[in-house]
C-alpha cells in the first residue's frame, strides 16, 4: 500500500464549477499538508499548506484535513481554465528531516 | 525574480554518456533536494543535502551522484545514464525551519538516446 494515494484523473469540469481533489493516507504519524500545482513540464508550486486537522482557506482555495480518516482534500471555487494543471497533495511527519512523501497527482481541466 | 534556478531547462545525452544538471538560489535556504519525476507519476526523492550533510535515499542508484560546492549550487550527476533515467529533475530548496515547505525549481527534462 502507497503511503499516499491519490486519483490520477483526469477530472474534467466545466468552468465555475466547484473542484474536489482528496487524498487519502496511511501513516497517522504525518502532521503537515501541502498541495502542490504542477503545470505541465514545469515544476511544482506551493498552493496550501496545513498542519494537522482542520480547514485552512486562500483565496478560491480551501485545503481539509481530516486525520481522524486519514483523508486530505482541496477544494477550488469558481474554476477556470488556468487553473487547468496537475494538484499533488504531499505529506510529512513532525520532526522529519525534510523529506515530503507525494501522493500520484490528480490532473485537473477546466473548459472553457 | 526566479528564486530557484535549473540548467538546462532541456538536456539530451546519449546512453552511458555521463551528464551533469545544474540548481541554484537565491534563498539562502541550507536545505537543498533533488527529485526525479516520471511521466504521471510523482516526484521521488533521490537525496538532499542539509548545509553540507549529503543524505542519500536508500534506494537511489549508485550512478546518480551529488555535489553541493557552497550554499548557492547543487549538482546532480548522472554517471551513465541508461533509457530508464528519461524523467524531469527537481531541485527543491528549503530554510531553516524544517517544518515550512520546499521550494521547486522549474526542473530539467533529461531525454537518453
Known amino acids: 500500500q502507497k503511503e499516499v494515494e491519490q486519483d490520477p484523473g483526469p477530472l474534467s469540469v466545466p468552468e465555475g464549477a466547484i473542484v474536489s481533489l482528496n487524498c487519502t493516507y496511511s501513516?497517522?504519524?504525518?502532521?503537515?499538508f501541502m498541495w502542490y500545482r504542477q503545470y505541465s513540464r514545469k515544476g511544482p508550486e506551493l498552493l496550501m499548506y496545513?498542519?494537522?486537522?482542520g480547514n485552512k482557506e486562500d483565496g478560491r482555495f480551501t485545503a481539509q484535513v481530516d486525520k481522524s480518516s486519514k483523508y486530505i482534500s482541496l477544494f477550488i471555487r469558481d474554476s477556470q481554465p488556468s487553473d487547468s494543471a496537475t494538484y499533488l497533495c504531499?505529506?510529512?511527519?513532525?520532526?522529519?528531516?525534510?523529506?515530503?512523501?507525494f501522493g500520484q497527482g490528480t490532473t485537473l481541466q477546466v473548459k472553457p | 525574480d526566479a528564486m530557484v534556478i535549473q540548467n538546462p531547462r532541456y538536456q539530451v545525452t546519449q546512453f552511458g554518456k555521463p551528464v551533469t544538471l545544474s540548481c541554484s538560489q537565491t534563498?539562502?535556504?541550507?536545505?537543498m533536494y533533488w527529485y526525479q519525476q516520471k511521466s504521471s507519476q510523482a516526484p521521488k526523492l533521490l537525496f538532499h543535502?542539509?548545509?553540507?550533510?549529503?543524505?542519500n535515499e536508500a534506494d537511489t542508484p549508485d550512478n546518480f551522484q551529488s555535489r553541493r560546492p557552497n550554499t548557492s549550487f547543487c549538482f546532480l550527476d548522472i554517471r551513465s545514464p541508461g533509457l530508464g533515467d528519461a524523467a524531469m529533475y527537481l531541485c527543491?530548496?528549503?530554510?531553516?525551519?524544517?517544518?515550512?515547505?520546499?521550494?521547486f525549481g522549474p526542473g530539467t527534462r533529461l531525454l537518453v538516446l
Open positions: 504531499a505529506t510529512r511527519p513532525s520532526g522529519n528531516t525534510g523529506k515530503l512523501i
Open positions: 501513516n497517522s504519524a504525518f502532521q503537515y
Open positions: 496545513t498542519y494537522s486537522s
Open positions: 534563498l539562502n535556504h541550507n536545505v
Open positions: 543535502y542539509y548545509d553540507k550533510d549529503f543524505n
Open positions: 527543491a530548496t528549503e530554510g531553516q525551519k524544517l517544518q515550512e515547505t520546499q521550494y
